[in-house]
């Protein structure tokens, strides 16, 4: 019985299980991200886990990532190889990300694998299997006439688990393949993503090497059984291991023939344990890769491109961009589905970073859902009332769209939805043909550009009252 | 004992013009059947021309209570009516179709006042009633209206089944006459109760002015409902006539003046008290235009409803029974 293969099994299982929890149902998620030291790093709780990881090295990566999980499982009947120094790259990526950071621009978005992870929960994972179980739902109850106990229950799951909107991300394409190349690269080999390339396990492997856990092998008899196996490749030949890179995963404990692998506190010498990872040649490389900065240039300035509606509190706030992680609980949260990832609208910098699109979803007046879940408040927290005020633009008019105006019907369907108590739209009765008709305008100084007027304007295809921000 | 995975196998697999011919056969019949399946499975349409009509009489044409709690002032109106007996009968399944329309709380008036619904709710379970349905197409989302409302909370307390709706779960409306609402998708459960009661509130609205009970009945309407508003008398006459309410309850208890019908400003809600409860819902708005001093006729709703023969709107020749709590 691998008791410890168990319990670490158990461990990871428990943890992806939480995070999706979490992402699902409730609006906590972003404490999860508060332990991890890639995006918060001066927070409380993620020292907790540098300290830990201090002590007995890189558990988080072994016992609780739930991107590792997921590519454990991928992994699972993959090959194992040796990477040799490739395992260098991830300090390169981290080291990128570092670089950028003082320069005061954030990309650990990119490479994070607690936001990929999430991404893909909130915006691929949930979505998905919502529809999926709808549908079949909707075919046992319509097609198969299944109506009274099924459909009550049917609605009652509308409450807890299917939500009572399936949630609909036109651009998910684009983070579910990012999410299947992560975790297929696993096929190459076992752990691919966490050897070679994750900055997260980067900083915890710079960590570990300092840990008190240690792995101890007894009267070695060179059987290689555990260095073929070690899904990190941490294991040397000569039976030794790279402390850095063991995950803790426990394996090697139960391969040994001979049971003679224990992990124990002892500072008994078992070899050189570390190597030296960053040469003066790889520091100055590191430097020369930061003419990725290229690409990055108007990252700083928040006024990226100017018809993107921003969640509410951060229209032309500077540091949005680089605040945002692009973890998606806002998307997930926002109840009218109305906040979607934007693709290359604000360049390449803005990738994945949440904006208002009123076709598919308004912003709800009396509703700030989405700067409570913001883990690192590129959202800002707000309360009630200071969220009614935010402005995220201002409606026009087209009027040569709007039915009221360019054909004299009858209409004002957005005078009816705008929520503002005083109404940001108005109207003006004129008279044709003995019918009162109501024309529509906006007053530009109460309008919140909550977006809700272009949402349930009836025209089509365009809409004639539209949101500019 | 290591089987070739799929990466390594696929591309020594040789392609032969026979079986090519065969995979795009294959492929052609798997779409053409999945067509198939999808359509029966999902693409069923049914038509309805409407709920059967028991045209139940009340005592009186119309009850108006005034006094200070909504819940008994319901009460009230409806023993004064006959009774809820008279309505449901036993067994039976009712609609309660409340205005959850807005996400807003009860004091600000932009939904029905939920004592009127528990009262509504309570008498129908105590004449016998098997199920008590409640839902409304909300403008907002659905569960921060049906949360804020305090409909949803109250409503479920006493036993009713307090739901959200579903868009693939629609009927086609069929009329007998030409009808601007031929064709448009109405909740299905709408259809398939035994009594149907319209519960909406009094408030203003900026296109007919005031929106009562006519008005309510959109909430039983799916699709792009922004487009029931050109014509909107003559839409919601029709649509009166295709639902035909056994009994309406209109909550003028807060009632919203200005800027409806999402509202949202206390100053401008305004308390008239009054609870009216009737059985001919052209009536009922005529009334209740009464009370908000505005000229009956000059509701679309009302005035298309007198053309179209659905009910009547003059008051003085109706028999209305005032009545303070």
């Not at chain 1, 999430?118 to 549908?135: E, G, H, M, Q, V």
């Not at chain 1, 609909?168 to 975790?183: L, W």
């Not at chain 1, 009858?410 to 109501?438: L, T, W, Y």
Request: aromatic share 10%; with cysteine; charged share 20%.
């Amino acid at each position: 019985m691998k008791k410890l293969v168990f319990a670490r099994r158990l461990s990871q299982v428990f943890f992806l299980s939480l995070f999706t929890y979490m992402l699902w149902v409730t609006p906590h998620a972003a404490l999860f991200f508060k332990i991890d030291p890639l995006i918060s790093i001066f927070n409380l709780f993620s020292l907790i886990m540098l300290g830990a990881t201090l002590i007995i090295g890189r558990f988080f990566c072994g016992w609780v990532c739930p991107l590792g999980t997921i590519i454990d499982a991928c992994g699972i009947k993959a090959k194992n190889r040796d990477t040799g120094f490739l395992r260098k790259v991830k300090y390169y990526v981290l080291g990128v990300i570092v670089i950028f950071a003082f320069l005061g621009i954030q990309i650990a978005w990119i490479f994070d694998p607690l936001v990929i992870t999430a991404r893909f929960i909130s915006l691929n994972f949930i979505p998905s299997f919502t529809l999926t179980l709808d549908k079949a739902f909707i075919f046992l109850i319509k097609s198969l006439n299944f109506y009274a106990p099924l459909y009550d229950f049917y609605r009652m799951l509308k409450l807890s688990v299917l939500g009572t909107k399936i949630f609909y991300f036109p651009h998910s394409f684009i983070t579910v393949s990012f999410f299947v190349i992560i975790c297929g690269l696993a096929l190459i080999t076992k752990r691919f993503w966490c050897r070679i390339l994750c900055p997260l396990g980067a900083i915890y492997a710079l960590t570990a090497r300092f840990c008190l856990l240690r792995r101890h092998v007894d009267k070695c008899m060179h059987c290689m059984t555990c260095s073929i196996n070690c899904r990190m490749s941490a294991i040397k030949e000569d039976s030794s291991y790279r402390k850095e890179e063991c995950i803790l995963c426990m394996d090697c404990v139960y391969d040994c023939p001979d049971l003679a692998t224990k992990f124990s506190w002892t500072r008994k010498n078992t070899g050189r344990q570390t190597e030296g990872s960053i040469s003066r040649k790889d520091f100055l490389f590191l430097i020369a890769s930061s003419f990725l900065l290229v690409g990055f240039k108007n990252v700083g300035d928040g006024r990226d491109r100017p018809l993107l509606i921003r969640p509410p509190g951060v229209l032309h706030k500077r540091e949005f961009l680089n605040k945002c992680v692009r973890c998606g609980n806002c998307m997930r949260i926002c109840p009218t589905n109305g906040l979607q990832p934007a693709i290359f609208e604000s360049g390449f910098s803005g990738i994945w970073a949440p904006h208002l699109v009123p076709e598919i979803g308004y912003c709800e007046y009396n509703c700030n859902s989405c700067g409570n879940v913001c883990p690192t408040a590129a959202i800002p927290k707000l309360s009630m009332a200071d969220k009614k005020k935010q402005i995220l633009g201002t409606a026009i008019i087209d009027k040569n769209i709007c039915i009221a105006w360019l054909e004299n019907k009858e209409c004002i369907v957005c005078e009816e939805h705008c929520p503002v108590p005083q109404k940001a739209i108005k109207s003006n009765d004129e008279f044709f043909n003995g019918k009162r008709v109501p024309k529509p305008y906006v007053d530009i100084s109460l309008c919140v550009g909550c977006g809700i007027c272009q949402n349930k304007c009836p025209t089509r295809p365009a809409r004639a009252i539209r949101v500019i921000p | 004992m290591n089987k070739e995975s799929i990466f390594e196998s696929l591309p020594k697999r040789k392609i032969t013009r026979k079986g090519f011919v065969k995979l795009c056969g294959i492929g052609a019949g798997a779409l053409a059947m999945s067509n198939g399946l999808l359509k029966f499975a999902f693409g069923r349409e049914e038509a309805s021309s409407g709920r059967t009509v028991k045209k139940i009489k009340g005592l009186h044409d119309l009850v108006a209570v005034n006094g200070v709690d909504p819940y008994a002032m319901t009460v009230m109106a409806i023993e004064a009516l006959g009774g809820m007996d008279k309505f449901v009968k036993k067994n039976s399944v009712v609609l309660i179709k409340p205005n959850i329309g807005w996400d807003r709380s009860p004091e600000q008036a932009g939904n029905t006042n939920p004592y009127v619904v528990a009262a509504l709710v309570d008498m129908c379970f105590k004449a016998g009633a098997k199920r008590v349905n409640i839902f409304d197409n909300t403008c907002n989302e659905s569960k921060r209206c049906y949360e804020n409302s305090g409909i949803e909370k109250i409503a479920k307390g006493k036993g009713a089944n307090v739901y959200f709706v579903d868009d693939w779960n629609v009927v086609k409306a069929k009329f007998s006459y030409k009808s601007p609402m031929e064709g448009w998708p109405i909740y299905r459960d709408a259809l398939e109760c035994d009594t149907f009661i319209n519960a909406p509130v009094l408030k203003h609205h900026g296109l007919t002015g005031l929106t009562i009970s006519m008005k309510n009945l959109m909430g039983i309407c799916s699709g792009n409902r922004g487009l029931i508003h050109f014509d909107i008398g003559t839409k919601l006459a029709h649509l009166t006539d295709f639902i035909k309410p056994d009994l309406n309850v209109i909550d003028a208890y807060r009632v919203l003046t200005r800027n409806g019908p999402t509202g949202g400003n206390l100053a401008d809600v305004f308390d008239m008290k009054t609870i009216i409860a009737g059985t001919d819902p052209v009536l009922c708005d005529a009334y209740a235009a009464k009370l908000m001093d505005k000229d009956p006729l000059s509701i679309s709703g009302v005035s298309q409803g007198v053309k179209y023969n659905i009910g009547s709107a003059d008051i003085a020749k109706a028999d209305i029974l005032t009545i303070t709590a």
